[in-house]
C-alpha cells in the first residue's frame, strides 16, 4: 500500500517544529517538567509573559508538541471564549477529540444550559404566583390577594436568575447588592426546579459545575501521564479567569486537582499580583524578550540566510523580535539590495521582495480581515486561487486554528496602517466588500430561521453581524457608529457576554481605523460594563450620548432600562423609563407590555389589563402579550378571560410551554384537573426536562 499523503497542515505543521529556534530554556524548564514524576513537581504553573510579537504563541505551540509526543492530554483556549464556561466547554470538545471525553461534564453542562433556557419562564411564573398569593400551595387552592412579600422574592429571583449568562431579557439586571441580600429568599423557591442541586447550579453555575469538571479531569489524569492546560493570550482572558483558575489550582476550592495536571499562561503582561501574590512561589516565571543576537543568527541560519551584510541588515530592520525577524527571513535575501532599504518598514520590506502583484496583494488585503477563512480569503483578496490561499496559509505570521487563519497581531497592525495611509479610498471599498460579504452570509442564516426575534440566538448569524459591523466601522467610521451603537442595545438585550464582544469589536475598529470617536466609546461601554449593575450603567451611557442613538434607538434604551429597573425591583424608576420610551415611539408593544407588567407588580391592575391590551392592539401576533394579560386576568379572579388569553397564545406559537402551562394552572383554579393535566403533559412532551412544568403536574396529581 503506498503511504498516506500528508495533508497541508500536517506539512505546515511539521515546517514550523523543525524550524523551532531559541527559547530553549523556557522550553526545558517545561519538558523537564514532563519528565519528572508528578509527585516531584512543586511548580505546577508556567506563565510565559513579553510583549507582542516576541513569540509568546509560537512557545506555546511548541510546549503543546511537546506534551503530545509525551502522550499528554493537551487543550488550548484563547480570546476566542467569553467566560469560564466557555473556557472549559472549549478544553471538553478538545479532549473528546482526544479520545477522553469528560461525559458527566458535558451532561452537565447541557442540563445546565437547559434550566438556565428554563429561567426566565421559571422567574415569570414565580412572580405572577407570588401576586396572585399561590406560591407553593397546592394548585386548585382558592386564590387570595397578592402577597407583598411574595412579589418582591420572586423579584429578587429574577435578578439572580438574570446572573445567568445569557437569559436573554433577565441578564441586565445585575445588582449584587440587591441580589445578594435577597439571595436566601430565593432559595426557599427551589421547589420550582428538579432538586435543591438543580437550584444552586443556577444560581452559582461554576459552583456547580467546576467540580464535576475536575472529577472527569481526574479520570483523564488516570489515563494519561500528563494533562496540560494551555490558556493563550491571557492578557485578554485573564481577567475573565484569573480568580476561577486561582481558586481551582492553588485553593482546592471546588475539589482537588491531580497532580499530574499542569497549567500554561502565555500573555503580554505579568500576573495581576492582586489574585497570585500569595501564590508565586509556585509559578516558574518565563518573560519572553527579543531574541538575543545569537538565537537571532541561528535562526537566520537555519533558514539559509548566511551573508553577514544581509544578516545585520535584518537584525537591524527586526530588532531581533522574532514576529519580524521571520517575516524579513521569509524571502531568503541572498544580497542586501533584496533586503532593500533598511529604513523602511517590515511591511514594505516584505511587499518589496515579493515580485507577484498578486502575492503581493494578497498579502495586504488579507490582513484587513480578523480571521480568514476560504470565502472570506476570496472576497478580501478578490480572487479565486486555492494554491495562493494555501501560500498564504504557509506564511510565517499565520496562524490556523479550528480551520481559520488569523495574522499576528504586530504584523497586521502594521499592514493596516499601510493601507489606510496609501489609499484611504481603497482602504473604504475593500472594507465595505468585506461588510458585504458578512451581510450576504448574515441573511443567509436569516433565510432558514422562521422568527426574527430568534436570529440572535444562532451562533453564526451573530458572527456574520458582529463582522459586519467592524467592517462598516473600519469603511466610514463617523457614519457607521450611530448603528453600532444602536446594535450595542441588541446585544445587551441578549445578555453579558454578547454586550462585551460588541464592545471589544468596537474598540478593535477604533484602534485598527485610527478613529478617535469610536475608541472613545469603546472605552467608556468599557469602563460602564465593569460597574456594579452593568447593564444599567451602560444604557446610562449610551443615553447620555444623546446625539448618537436615533429617537427609535432612545426609546428602545429606555425600555431596557425600564426591564432592568423592573426585574430589580425598582418600579417607580421602571415606570419612568417606560414612560419616557413611550413619549418618543408611542406605538412599541413591547414598551407597554413591559409597563403592563410593572403595573401588575404593584398592584394597579386597571392600569396592567390597559397598556397589556395596547399592546395586543399595536401587535396582535405576539404571545407574550396574551400570556401576561392571562396572568393578570387571572390574578384578578377572571380566569374565563385568562383561559380566553392562554388560548390564543398557544394558537399563535402552539410550542410555547409557557403558555401551555399556566394555561393548566388556571385550569387548575378552576378545579378543571383532567384539562390541566392535559395541559401539562402536552408541555412535557414539547420539553421533556421542564422542571416547573414536572413539578405543576405533580402538584395536582
Known amino acids: 500500500m503506498a503511504d498516506r499523503v500528508p495533508t497541508r497542515r500536517e506539512l505546515i505543521q511539521q515546517r514550523r517544529r523543525s524550524s523551532f529556534v531559541g527559547r530553549q530554556g523556557e522550553l526545558a524548564s517545561f519538558t523537564e517538567a514532563l519528565g519528572q514524576a508528578p509527585g516531584e513537581v512543586t511548580q505546577f504553573l508556567f506563565h510565559i509573559h513579553g510583549p507582542a510579537g516576541v513569540g509568546k504563541s509560537t512557545l506555546v505551540r511548541q510546549m503543546e508538541t511537546e506534551a503530545r509526543e ?49 429561567a426566565a419562564v421559571v422567574a415569570e411564573s414565580l412572580s405572577a404566583e407570588a401576586a396572585d398569593g399561590r406560591g407553593g400551595n397546592e394548585a386548585g387552592a382558592g386564590d387570595v390577594p397578592p402577597s407583598p412579600g411574595g412579589v418582591v422574592a420572586a423579584q429578587v ?59 472527569d479531569l481526574a479520570e483523564v489524569a488516570r489515563r494519561r501521564p500528563w494533562v496540560v492546560l494551555f490558556f493563550d493570550t491571557y ?23 491531580p497532580a499530574n495536571v499542569l497549567v500554561v499562561l502565555a500573555g503580554q503582561t505579568r500576573l495581576d499580583v492582586r489574585v497570585w501574590a500569595d501564590w508565586l512561589d509556585l509559578v516558574v516565571d518565563l ?60 511591511v514594505e520590506r516584505f511587499l518589496k521582495w515579493e515580485t507577484d502583484p498578486a502575492r503581493r496583494a494578497t498579502a495586504l488585503a488579507c490582513a484587513l480581515p480578523a480571521e480568514l477563512d476560504e470565502d472570506v480569503y476570496r472576497a478580501a483578496a478578490e480572487a479565486d486561487n486555492a494554491a495562493m490561499f494555501d501560500w498564504l496559509r504557509a506564511l510565517p505570521f499565520v496562524t490556523e486554528r479550528a480551520g481559520r487563519c488569523r495574522y499576528h497581531d504586530v504584523v497586521r497592525d502594521a499592514m493596516l496602517r499601510l493601507q489606510r495611509q496609501q489609499s484611504p479610498g481603497r482602504w473604504a471599498a475593500q472594507h465595505t466588500r468585506l461588510a458585504d460579504l458578512h451581510r450576504d452570509r448574515r441573511t443567509a442564516v436569516e433565510s432558514g430561521i422562521e422568527r426574527e426575534d430568534r436570529w440572535w440566538e444562532d451562533a453564526s448569524w451573530r458572527e456574520h453581524r458582529l463582522q459586519e459591523t467592524y467592517h462598516r466601522l473600519c469603511a466610514a467610521p463617523q457614519a457607521a457608529l450611530p448603528d453600532a451603537l444602536r446594535e450595542l442595545l441588541d446585544a445587551y438585550d441578549q445578555g453579558l457576554p454578547a454586550l462585551r464582544r460588541w464592545i471589544q469589536t468596537l474598540a478593535q475598529a477604533g484602534q485598527d481605523a485610527d478613529a478617535p470617536e469610536v475608541t472613545m466609546w469603546a472605552q467608556r461601554l468599557h469602563g460602564a460594563a465593569g460597574e456594579e449593575g452593568p447593564g444599567i450603567a451602560v444604557v446610562a451611557a449610551l443615553l447620555a450620548g444623546s446625539g448618537q442613538l436615533s429617537s427609535e434607538g432612545r426609546a428602545f434604551a429606555y425600555m431596557l432600562r425600564g426591564r432592568d429597573q423592573r426585574l430589580a425591583g425598582q418600579y417607580e424608576a421602571a415606570l419612568t423609563d417606560y414612560n419616557r420610551s413611550l413619549e418618543i415611539s408611542p406605538q412599541v408593544a413591547r414598551a407597554y407590555c413591559g409597563r403592563g407588567v410593572t403595573y401588575r407588580l404593584v398592584n394597579r391592575y386597571d392600569q396592567a389589563l390597559a397598556d397589556l391590551s395596547h399592546a395586543i392592539e399595536i401587535d396582535p401576533q405576539v404571545a407574550a402579550s396574551f400570556v401576561e394579560r392571562g396572568f393578570t386576568y387571572r390574578i384578578m379572579s377572571c380566569h374565563e378571560k385568562a383561559l380566553a388569553d392562554f388560548n390564543r397564545a398557544i394558537e399563535i406559537d402552539p410550542e410555547d410551554t409557557w403558555a401551555i402551562t399556566v394555561r393548566g394552572q388556571t385550569h387548575s383554579n378552576m378545579g378543571h384537573h383532567d384539562d390541566a393535566l392535559t395541559d401539562y403533559n402536552r408541555a412535557i412532551e414539547i420539553n421533556p426536562e421542564n422542571a416547573w412544568v414536572i413539578t405543576s403536574r405533580g402538584q395536582t396529581y
Open 235 to 257: 492578557e485578554r482572558i485573564g481577567p475573565l479567569l484569573d480568580v476561577w483558575l486561582r481558586d481551582t489550582m492553588m485553593l482546592a476550592r471546588y475539589g482537588d486537582v
Open 287 to 346: 518573560p519572553l524578550e527579543v531574541f538575543t543576537e545569537a538565537e537571532a543568527r541561528r535562526y537566520l541560519a537555519a533558514r539559509h540566510i548566511s551573508d553577514e551584510q544581509v544578516v545585520e541588515v535584518i537584525l537591524r530592520l527586526s530588532g531581533r523580535l522574532p514576529v519580524l525577524l521571520s517575516l524579513l527571513a521569509e524571502a531568503r535575501p541572498d544580497t542586501v539590495g533584496e533586503v532593500g532599504d533598511p529604513t523602511g518598514t517590515a
Open 70 to 118: 509525551r502522550q499528554a492530554c493537551a487543550g488550548y483556549v484563547d480570546e476566542s471564549v467569553a467566560d469560564v464556561l466557555e473556557a472549559l466547554e472549549a478544553l471538553s470538545s478538545q479532549f473528546a477529540q482526544q479520545g477522553l471525553a469528560l461525559k458527566d461534564f458535558d451532561k452537565a453542562l447541557v442540563a445546565y444550559r437547559q434550566r438556565r433556557h428554563e
Open 157 to 215: 429571583g429574577l435578578v439572580a436568575l438574570g446572573m445567568l449568562p445569557g437569559v436573554g431579557a433577565f441578564t441586565g439586571a445585575l445588582d449584587p447588592n440587591q441580589v445578594a441580600a435577597g439571595a436566601g429568599r430565593l432559595k426557599g423557591l427551589g421547589g420550582r426546579f428538579r432538586s435543591h442541586d438543580d437550584l444552586q447550579m443556577m444560581l452559582a453555575p461554576l459552583k456547580a459545575l467546576t467540580p464535576v469538571f475536575l472529577k
